[in-house]
């Protein structure tokens, strides 16, 4: 393990555990899923893995972050962990995860429990083809620059969040608000950051 992975478990597993997830009960009708928060060091830095949806399926083409339904009896964690696997080809062991945050009740329906995960000495992601039309590792650094959350008014009175990762690579909730949470507790040691009221775009209630 490079001192960049270890420094960085070190730091995001202490300010996880001074951080208390929100965890959604249990309803009629409601659908569990669970996300990776996967961190892995590619060129001399820490990246998170974000995955744009094959242009097919549910969420077509849409940033997410490698997850999915739990199967029955399955926990957050194993679903986490064998999606990751399933949509990248990323193989994590149990012990990568250093915590989680606070579960997304997603207008879709679904309640999601992202996952942190950090991975020494990762090797190549294989993409699922059926699943993934591109992977992006995202800087950390870019992650918590000052600029990459920006509150946008709506005519409500309310403000969407964009999560601006590139000109190209703008994020929204419920992603959005995952990766924004993140970059607050685990990134700049907010663990006042709560996510349950983001605004979700109409298009992401499917």
Excluded at 168 to 194: C, K, S, Y
């Amino acid at each position: 393990m490079s001192d960049a992975v270890g420094g960085f478990v070190e730091l995001a597993r202490a300010r996880l555990a001074g951080f208390r997830p929100v965890a959604m009960p249990e309803t009629e009708g409601m659908r569990r899923a669970a996300v990776a928060l996967c961190v892995v060091e590619r060129d001399s830095g820490l990246r998170v893995i974000v995955i744009k949806r094959a242009y097919r399926g549910r969420n077509a083409g849409q940033w997410a972050l490698p997850g999915g339904r739990l199967d029955a009896g399955e926990t957050s964690e194993a679903a986490a962990l064998r999606e990751l696997e399933e949509e990248v080809g990323l193989v994590a062991p149990a012990g990568s995860v250093l915590g989680r945050l606070d579960d997304f009740p997603a207008a879709s329906g679904f309640a999601i429990t992202p996952l942190v995960l950090a991975v020494p000495d990762a090797g190549p992601l294989r993409p699922s083809p059926a699943e993934v039309h591109a992977v992006h590792l995202v800087e950390l650094a870019r992650l918590a620059a000052p600029d990459t959350p920006r509150w946008v008014p709506q005519p409500d009175g309310t403000r969407l969040l964009q999560m601006r990762l590139r000109p190209d690579m703008v994020i929204h909730a419920p992603t959005g608000a995952m990766l924004w949470q993140f970059r607050e507790v685990v990134l700049l040691g907010n663990r006042e950051a709560r996510v349950a009221d983001f605004l979700q775009p109409d298009w992401t209630h499917r």
